[in-house]
């Protein structure tokens, strides 16, 4: 209430209470500037005659808590009640109440408080079960209004079973509604999980270019000794087009630096590597780029030996440097490639009208090759070349792309999908100079000699811009 009604040598306390409600309005006071004039108070009891619970608070639900209710003059009973917040406003609003004084004198809630200055009351509800049962909850649920009334429902019997078929109906819908959106994974991560994702981030790095003025950034990871893997679709980006290939390399050596320590924003400017303009091995289909740091005076962590096969299913973990932020890690759940074409399909249906000319030939790159794995993920661009991981920290496959479209104002993905190191290292044994590589960083071969590379051509870009309708995350990351 206004200071100015407090009574002379008052003393006041207060007691701040955390409020349970979430999304919900909090204030527990009223504003002054929706009225003016002479203030009322009168004083109304927490429990009357009844036990229904009035407050919304439980320290003010006990006997003999009475509350003082300040108004101003002109204003209903009904407007003064409503506006102090700490009465529940769905009672006061949708059910029909009057104010008992005595026990004898009654006044309804329409009636003007400009004479109920320092009296008591007690609120009392008309019995209506319905309505009462309706208004007890803080949010009262939706319901169907009982339109079929009298004679009219008596000459037509079928009318009221088709009512309660609505009602039925409409408290399904709204359960599945809950199940749909609901979330299917725990956003918990186990301690060990967490100290294991902070050991394996010290390889990830922060890819970064500038080449007169166009810039970029993408992830990529340290594999043993100074090399390093990315997306090809990466150095395709630094590069631009119309650059024949051999000259690659020595671009991006001249405009390309990578940044091990950026996990936060001070951070991002610090112990740069450059890249060596010696190597470089690469591969379109698998989307996946093989190049040389130069040294910098500072070690490096690799991910070998903790190579994996691709998990059928379950958690996998991607970090890297999404937006081109700082290092993050995502734990993202696989889709089995039994289930690709499904998933899809579903995706496509429940994000419609968004996502247009879809054809089942959309996906087919994927949908059967056994060389990607496919999950879902909230990282896009600029997270091309990030490791993905299995539960127990081992490297299964770099992350390189996804079928996206705009759904509200965002980027949204019907399915990502990354290459499988283990395809990755069988390729590059098969290609020229590649068994030296691997002799030259002491990695056995016999476990990549007979892994087997199914012959499945990804999109490529002129394919992509000329006949699909669907456009990859990694040419706009």
Known sequence: MPLSCFPENSRVEITFVQSRSKGKETDVFRRLDQKSGECVKFYIRAIGKEVKRIVKLGQLHKKGCKLCIYAFKEETIKEALCQDGRLRLPLLKNLNWKLVENADTILENTQLVNDLEKRVFEVEFEKKPARADMAEKDEPEQSVTP??????????PSLRSESQKVRTYLRKTKK???????????????VAVCKLLSRLSDSVGYLEWNINGRQGSATCFVFKERYIFTSMHVLNMIVGEGIAFHDWINIVSQSTWVIFSYETQTDKEKNKFFIDSSFLLSDATLDYAVMKLKENGQALSGLYPEIDSIPPNGLIYIIGHP???AKDTDTCVVIPECQREQECQKRIQNYSPFVHMYTRNSFQSIINNSNV????????????GSPIFNSVGALVAIHNAGFAFEYEKKTSSIIEFGSSIKSILHHIYKSEGGTDWFKEIGVATSSYIDWPVEDVQMLSEEENLEGSPMELLSQRE
């Open 176 to 190: 599945i509604s809950k199940t749909e959106f609901g979330k299917m994974t725990r956003n918990s991560t186990k």
């Open 373 to 384: 794995i496919t999950y879902d993920t909230s990282f896009y661009f600029g997270s091309s």
């Open 323 to 325: 937006d081109g932020e």
């Open 147 to 156: 339109l079929l009334q009298g004679s009219f429902v008596d000459q037509y």
